[in-house]
């Protein structure tokens, strides 16, 4: 029985996802490696520990993983005040928990990044829970993240909104199906080869659609 809604952050309720590719560019030249911003922005969704190695390789991993994710938060940091919310990700959130779904954010974000979005949107008291990059051993594309949120809030079974290719990668890894925002900057034939099983333009155009959908009410 498909009873939560588990909810990505980054690129999906808040709009972030340039922000990290530009401060992920800015990380890796740190260390005199310098990438195609839009390779990096291929891997944003994917936690800063599968992130490094699949863009820089596993060598840079190596010698400089943990650095470079340091360097990655230092960098972000300063950007933070730019990001917003999408419009509709608070009325998203109404709605769904109107319906009667637990709602829970399954994000792989730093707690004061994830905490921050949620002062953002002001949604404390919309959701149930929330994951962090402390919740999960590997992020996604792996799982982890997913079961870790189901779990949190006592979940029986999960539908995932999400807006990366990564999301859609763990959702099936974890089993579940997922729905799509192109929010994120991936294409609709990206997010539904890897596994969204719809896919709107904005989360306005999802909330008029919801009942088309598998977040339409919990079954």
């Known amino acids: 029985m498909s009873d939560t809604a588990l909810l990505d952050v980054d690129g999906t309720l808040v709009d972030t996802n340039y922000q990290h590719a530009l401060a992920w560019f800015r990380a890796f030249r740190r260390f005199d490696l310098t990438l195609p911003v839009w390779r990096i922005h291929r891997a944003v969704g994917m936690g800063g520990d599968q992130l490094v190695p699949a863009v820089a390789g596993e060598e840079f991993e190596d010698a400089h993983g943990d650095a470079a994710r340091d360097a990655w938060t230092e960098e972000y940091e300063?950007?933070?005040?730019?990001?917003?919310?999408?419009?509709?990700?608070?009325d998203l959130l109404?709605?769904?928990?109107?319906?009667?779904?637990?709602?829970?954010?399954?994000?792989?974000?730093?707690?004061?990044?994830?905490?921050g979005y949620l002062d953002l949107m002001g949604a404390r008291d919309l959701v149930d829970g929330w994951t962090t990059s402390q919740d999960a051993e590997s992020t996604k594309p792996a799982p982890d993240l997913f079961h870790a949120a189901l779990q949190r809030v006592g979940?029986?079974?999960?539908?995932?909104?999400?807006?990366?290719?990564?999301?859609?990668?763990?959702?099936?890894n974890a089993g579940m199906t997922a729905v799509a925002v192109r929010t994120g900057g991936f294409s609709s034939e990206e997010l539904t080869t890897a596994g969204a099983v719809a896919v709107f333009d904005s989360l306005r155009d999802l909330l008029e659609g919801l009942d088309g959908t598998p977040l339409s009410h919990p079954s």
């Open 78 to 90: 300063p950007m933070s005040g730019e990001v917003q919310p999408f419009d509709g990700a608070r």
């Open 94 to 115: 109404v709605e769904l928990r109107r319906r009667g779904w637990k709602v829970v954010l399954a994000s792989s974000g730093q707690q004061d990044q994830v905490e």
């Open 155 to 172: 979940g029986s079974s999960g539908v995932v909104l999400g807006d990366s290719t990564w999301d859609f990668e763990a959702a099936g």
